[in-house]
């Protein structure tokens, strides 16, 4: 891997304590080719534009996905990956999907733990602080064929990051506009996916909302998922949550806040979850809680929603089971309490 540094560091022109999500970047980015079937010029170099074709595939057909990670530094200075092979692997399942080549596992475990190396001192310590980290893949070789490209680039991102959303969070149940449908490609960090659903979602942040909740394309009778994450619902005594399928993302922070409320006998359910169930909810005073997952958002508490020109406004709860799974796996990933399920790597 060829390596070269910055002259000089921008960091000390950045606010830490007042970043705008995905809109600063650290010095440094990674790049890999692949061309003639092969994965070529590896290389780390200080963050600049890159050149590519008009005729790029990537513009014309889509050919694009990516991943969301977070690393981590404890009281020690000491940086932690959360799940990072759990990353790997879905970006090589939205790549097959997508018909783009596998990434090498090494290569890819190489130039991330090199990068965060290098950037270090971007990731700042402290609740709320971490480095997001965006892998991602597109079609590189210009030519306007309609079909799969034989070129492609791979490249690694960052951007510090402190708190995803700000303010109350207020939700509208979809039931025109689909996210995703069965057989496509919604179980897939595909770029696509979300330009998909940026109309809608202006839509309904002109009646109040800031995101939307997804229902099944064929009925929209069912929960899916919301804009930029995976939802748990509190009903009763119970957790629900939708199972996974072609058209609803396989969050892993959806697997984690799973476990660890088993963990915490919390009563968790994974089925199909009806939009009547939770209007039911809502009007009988069984629903309790509403909370989004995701890597950038960790754990997004919902505060209501609205559904057919109604508006359900949800009860403040003291000891949510959103807070207590959110600071459960905040202290593992900042390594504060002890990480019994061997989901943190150190870099």
């Known amino acids: 891997m060829k390596i070269e540094k910055i002259k000089e560091s921008r960091i000390n022109t950045v ?8 809109g600063v970047f650290t010095d440094h980015m990674y790049s890999c080719d692949f061309i003639d079937g092969k994965w070529i010029n590896s290389e780390i170099t200080p963050y600049k534009p890159i050149t590519v ?6 513009f014309h057909y889509g050919q694009a996905c990516f991943e969301g990670m977070k690393a981590f530094k404890d009281n020690n200075d000491k940086t932690w990956l959360f799940r990072p092979i759990d990353n790997y692997e879905r970006i090589i399942k939205s790549s097959k999907r997508l018909a783009m080549p596998e990434f090498p596992k090494d290569l890819f475990f190489n130039a991330l733990h090199n990068l965060l190396k290098i950037d270090a001192d971007w990731i700042k310590p402290g609740f709320g602080n971490s480095l997001y980290i965006r892998p991602f893949i597109f079609a590189s070789e210009g030519s306007i064929n309609a079909t799969e490209a034989k070129e492609y680039k791979f490249m690694i991102i960052c951007a510090p990051a402190s708190s995803y959303y700000s303010g109350e969070v207020r939700v509208k149940i979809e039931k025109s506009f689909s996210r995703a449908a069965k057989g496509g490609i919604g179980y897939a960090k595909a770029a696509g996916n979300y330009a998909a659903q940026f109309y809608p979602t202006i839509l309904a942040k002109n009646e109040g909302y800031q995101q939307i909740i997804w229902t099944d394309s064929s009925t929209h009778e069912y929960i899916e998922e919301a804009g930029t994450m995976n939802l748990f619902f509190r009903i009763g005594n119970k957790l629900i949550t939708a199972p996974t399928s072609d058209s609803i993302l396989d969050g892993i922070t959806r697997k984690s806040l799973i476990q660890i409320a088993k963990d915490e006998n919390i009563d968790v359910e994974i089925r199909p979850l009806l939009v009547s169930e939770l209007i039911d909810a809502a009007n009988n005073g069984s629903l309790f809680e509403i909370f989004g997952s995701g890597t ?6 919902i505060l209501g929603f609205g559904y057919e020109n109604n508006k359900y406004e949800l009860p403040i709860k003291e000891n949510s089971w959103a807070n207590l799974l959110k600071n459960k796996l905040n202290n593992i990933q900042y390594n504060i309490s002890k990480d019994p399920y061997g989901w943190t790597i150190e870099v």
């Open 296 to 301: 950038a958002v960790v754990v997004l508490p």
């Open 15 to 22: 606010d830490f304590k007042n970043l705008d999500f995905g």
């Open 53 to 58: 074709s008009p005729a790029s595939r990537v």
